[in-house]
DNA sequence: CGTTTTTGTGACAAATATTTGACAGCGACG
DNA sequence: CGTCGCTGTCAAATATTTGTCACAAAAACG
């Protein structure tokens, strides 16, 4: 889970190799591509918490590669960027409508498209930039690794912090027991299913407090999710 | 949900026009004022969803403007577009530093910058970006896993939730159980056609409410529907 | 009205899914 | 080296859902 993971999706190998370059300077982990098809692939597999798309891609057209990605469940909410060539106002339009967050039109400064990046990171995993995420009487403060519910500072072990981090990092959402391992646990780790269930007991264990509901929802064979309220 | 509102802050009283006119018409809310000042006090009465800012206002600047909605606690995760004049591509890097979400440069038209409003709507209030389904006085949120009736959060097992799920998907229609077995059991089930009747009776009785009439109508010799009540 | 067809209902045992307590392995740390 | 906290797995205990029946109720029909 921990640095944020990008899908590079990209025709001209020296623009790719630049940006790579410049990600992970910042930071991020990043999976490169040239291909459309080979991009579905890598989304599916390793879900990426934002996916830069050129629209003039091998294989699968980007406008196609974004339209998919959107209706697969595990990837509908992942933000893309897309990259278009100068003056294809109408492409533009056409990827927003599709369900793209963002573009920028090439040429563009890496500085540039590495601002956009961030700003949408802020937004979609705010604890990422030391910001305090709330989620009903929960709070949770990644750079000092802390979680205070009503005020009262809670104890849990790193996996049950990384766990409730995901969580409030996508309220109310359901998560099967695979997408959390995946999220928390790491894309490569053959972990049993049912140790999901019992992590979640440790996570409901550590928060519970006299008085207070349970904010883990129990999706029958669904997965779990976070109540937003 | 009451409609989104946006707060749009343009020094060109034709450019505010339009866009209010445009914004209106797309089913938002919309508040306009040319003054920075005026734009902070509008932001913290009635915090509104996304913020549309011009570089270059009267009164308070753009940037502060931006700084000062970050600091405020109310206000610091309202998504903010900025407007910039071409060229200044500092503006607008350091726009995204100090915390908008998005910039455009004029000229624009104003369906682009509806189609990233309508892209950061999606991403910050999914809810009111049609991943509800609405049919009558139900509701089904299916990232959440969740069904409102009359704003009461209704609780169905998950068979009862994947047919209600494809009730809502084709509303009025009538479907036989054959289909019904299809669409919500898949196509290779042996499963006897009465089972669907006595699930359709549980959706029936999960649903009902106290003074609100039954939205599944039974369409003798054929099958089932979900009317719109 | 009596008969036939179709749908609604309550009950139930079997099948599934989840919760929970226990435990052994591991690594950190004193 | 011993202790302690954390992990991943199991299996038993619970809880919930599911497919079928048998029969009641309702509707269609002659």
């Not at 590079?8 to 591509?33: C, I, K, M, N």
């Not at 294809?88 to 990046?117: C, H, N, Q, W």
């Amino acid at each position: 889970m921990n640095p944020p993971r990008l899908l590079l999706v990209e025709d001209d190998p020296a623009l790719a190799e630049l940006l790579e370059f410049r990600f992970r300077a910042e930071g991020y982990g990043v999976s490169v591509t040239s291909d459309g098809d080979e991009a579905l692939l890598l989304a599916a597999e390793e879900i990426p918490d934002l996916v830069i798309l050129d629209w003039m891609i091998e294989g699968t057209s980007g406008i196609e590669v974004c339209r998919r990605l959107r209706r697969d469940k595990a990837t509908a909410h992942v933000p893309i960027i897309m990259l278009t060539a100068r003056g294809a106002e109408d492409d533009m339009i056409r990827g927003l409508e599709t369900g793209a967050d963002d573009y920028l039109t090439k040429p563009f400064s890496p500085r540039e498209l590495i601002a956009r990046v961030s700003a949408i990171m802020r937004r979609i995993r705010p604890a990422l930039a030391g910001e305090l995420v709330n989620v009903g009487d929960l709070t949770l403060d990644a750079t000092a690794h802390r979680v205070t519910r009503r005020g009262q500072v809670i104890s849990l072990g790193p996996t049950e912090f990384r766990l409730l981090k995901f969580f409030m990092e996508h309220p109310g959402r359901v998560f099967s027991r695979g997408q959390l391992l995946d999220a928390v646990w790491g894309t490569d780790s053959d972990i049993e299913l049912r140790t999901v269930d019992v992590h979640i007991r440790r996570l409901r264990k550590g928060i519970e407090q006299e008085g207070a509901p349970d904010p883990v929802r129990t999706v029958r064979s669904a997965g779990y999710a976070l109540e937003a309220v």
